[in-house]
């Protein structure tokens, strides 16, 4: 089955630090990826839609020069946080759809835990 | 305004027993509802999608119902096992296919089996 891979899995730095995430499809091709943040006991919230070759589309709210995301592949996004604060702490989900097999579910990776001192 | 509401927030059941999750949304225009299991520190993962057209999906002892008129869908779960602890999120999709959805989801029902 389609898998989507995230990585790293935790990550915990200080304050002020930059933290880069990545998305992969593993087994498919993806032309849009998408990237969810999950605050603790609350539901998934859609940051933004990556797009191959092309500009990232955020939510309302999202701070694109804040959350800086490169989809330069058909398999891989990426997700830096840059300058991390504490109140960026966060469970942070990619997924993903296939695109060559047309009408599809996405498929979500694993998550990244993202814990700033 | 699009939303998913889950009741209840958490269920705590011994194991073997039956449990049946709730799941109320006004999203429109509504192109499909879905069920995911999300264990603790991972992404969720899919147990059934339904279209408008769809009452009731099985997989293996998941049995979902969706009734498009009063906008509800219940997961039935059968014969719970240890395993089966996670939250379950109902998700609804509005677009025309997936190649344009835009998903709303739930925030969950903590299911909890006891031995």
């Known amino acids: 089955g389609a898998v989507v891979s995230q990585h790293p899995s935790w990550v915990i730095c200080k304050s002020g630090t930059s933290v880069k995430i990545e998305c992969r499809s593993l087994?498919?091709?993806?032309?849009?990826m998408f990237w969810y943040r999950q605050f603790p006991k609350q539901s998934l919230m859609l940051m933004a839609t990556?797009?191959?070759?092309?500009?990232?589309?955020?939510e309302q709210g999202v701070e694109k020069d804040k959350f800086l995301i490169n989809h330069a592949s058909l398999t891989l996004s990426t997700l830096t946080v840059t300058s991390a604060h504490p109140e960026d702490s966060s469970f942070y989900i990619c997924?993903?759809?296939?695109?060559?097999?047309?009408?599809?579910?996405?498929?979500f990776g694993d998550g990244t835990r993202l814990s700033i001192l | 305004k699009n939303q998913v509401e889950q009741s209840p927030q958490s269920l705590i059941i011994l194991e073997g027993k039956n449990c049946t999750l709730q799941?109320?949304?006004?999203?429109?225009?509504?192109?499909?509802l879905r069920w995911y299991k999300q264990d603790t520190g991972r992404g969720p993962v899919s147990l059934t999608i339904?279209?408008?057209?769809?009452n009731t999906k099985s997989n293996g002892r998941y049995t979902a119902t969706l009734d498009a008129d009063t906008k509800q869908s219940s997961l039935h779960i059968t014969a719970s096992q240890l395993s089966d602890s996670a939250s379950y999120i109902c998700?609804?999709?509005?677009?025309?296919?997936?190649?344009?959805?835009?998903?709303?989801f739930g925030t969950g029902t903590r299911l909890t089996i006891i031995p």
């Open positions: 997924s993903a759809r296939d695109s060559e097999t047309g009408n599809q579910p996405q498929h």
């Open positions: 990556s797009n191959e070759g092309s500009k990232a589309t955020y």
């Open positions: 998700v609804v999709s509005r677009g025309a296919n997936f190649g344009n959805e835009k998903l709303t």
């Open positions: 339904m279209t408008f057209s769809e």
């Open positions: 799941c109320n949304y006004t999203v429109s225009p509504f192109s499909n």
């Open positions: 087994d498919f091709q993806a032309t849009t």
